[in-house]
């Protein structure tokens, strides 16, 4: 389901049920010659509408601009957009306060931007996990005042949070490829992976025919191919699945 579609009836009963609601966030990047600029932000989308065939799910409009940063390339005719991650935390905050207030109570944000170093924390989700935290803090102490925490309702609090049922798993923020998956398919940027994984997801979005081996951090998307996309493809998608149904 995607939210911008449903009716109030629709998402009513979407609470109900705690459907998860998902919001995909990317970046627009410069790709290389052979790749287009949305290549971060695509493969999210183009996974959950395929994950969207098969169960149930909110899809919220992909945001697109986070922080891309200019390590690559300067944007200059090359198309990078970067929005910095101070930006980033109040549009997130304010966001997701939003999204709580609705009722929304099983949200999900999966990044794919610099998530090699996701444990550690890039200015992304650095940005989108401190604005989870704080709104989720906010709302409890609107509804339930300073001292929440400390009364006696929350004598079970550690036993919640072993179950996963706390308040802080309200809102949960997951790289695209889980660490397993990174193992297996190491990431790059619009070399062999990243050029398999669009050629798997969002075929459309690469012409090889553009490549240029001129930049070193690309040139191994010549050995891209379907077949390893395909591959990394359905580890995806099983990580995600198995998130989601969690």
Known sequence: MRYEMMFAGQLREAIKKNTPAVL?????????????????????????????????????????????????????????????????????????????????????????????????????????KLAARESIFDLIEKERGEGWWGSEKMKDYYSMHEKGSDPFNWIKIHPFMDADTQKKFPIDHASEQETSLMMAFCPEGVDMKRFSEKKWYSAGAKKANIEYGQAAKEMILKSMREILKG
């Not at 949305?38 to 996974?47: E, N, Q, R, S, Y």
């Not at 395929?50 to 169960?55: H, Q």
């Open 24 to 128: 995909p966030v990317g970046v627009l990047e410069y790709h290389a010659e052979h790749a287009v600029s949305g290549v971060d932000t695509l493969l999210v989308v183009k996974a959950l509408e395929l994950l969207e065939k098969e169960m149930e799910v909110i899809i919220f409009p992909p945001f697109y601009y986070g922080a891309a940063s200019y390590a690559v390339e300067p944007p200059e005719n090359n198309g990078t957009l970067h929005v910095p991650s101070s930006t980033l935390h109040i549009f997130a905050k304010d966001l997701f306060k939003s999204m709580l207030r609705v009722g929304l109570k099983n949200i999900h944000v999966f990044i794919h931007h610099q998530s090699e170093n996701f444990t550690a924390g890039m200015p992304t989700d650095l940005a989108f």
